[in-house]
């Protein structure tokens, strides 16, 4: 089994920036693809990024050219930054990993971002 443990949600201004980690542990040869995923209040869990074993990326594309996911093999991680945040920012942000049997999510990290 694959555990999932993010970090580096906070409280942070607009126009500021935040980068996310999520650590895995288990069996992470088994992971075929990683990523992050938010759901603000009232509202729909939705993706941000995700990433292959192969270093492909799927992002949003309201949040091209702000937020970037990226994969250290070799530390079993994968990071989100995030830049210019804004106020719709706010969410709680989950690591999400897929292997060939099952679709694993984190705890997930409170993200703020005041006006």
């Known amino acids: 089994q694959v555990q999932l443990v993010e970090s580096g949600g906070g409280l942070v201004q607009a126009g500021g920036s935040l980068r996310l980690s999520c650590a895995a542990s288990?069996?992470?040869?088994?992971?075929?693809?990683i990523g992050w995923y938010r759901q603000a209040p009232g509202k729909q869990r939705e993706l941000v990024a995700t990433?292959?074993?192969?270093?492909?990326?799927k992002d949003a594309e309201s949040l091209k050219g702000r937020f970037t996911i990226s994969r250290d093999n070799a530390k079993n991680r994968v990071y989100l930054q995030m830049n210019s945040l804004k106020p719709e920012d706010t969410a709680v942000y989950y690591c999400?990993?897929?292997?060939?049997?099952?679709?694993?999510w984190g705890q997930g990290t409170q993200v703020t971002v005041s006006s």
């Open positions: 999400n990993a897929v292997t060939p049997s099952v679709n694993l």
């Open positions: 990433i292959t074993n192969g270093g492909s990326t």
């Open positions: 288990g069996n992470t040869f088994s992971i075929v693809t």
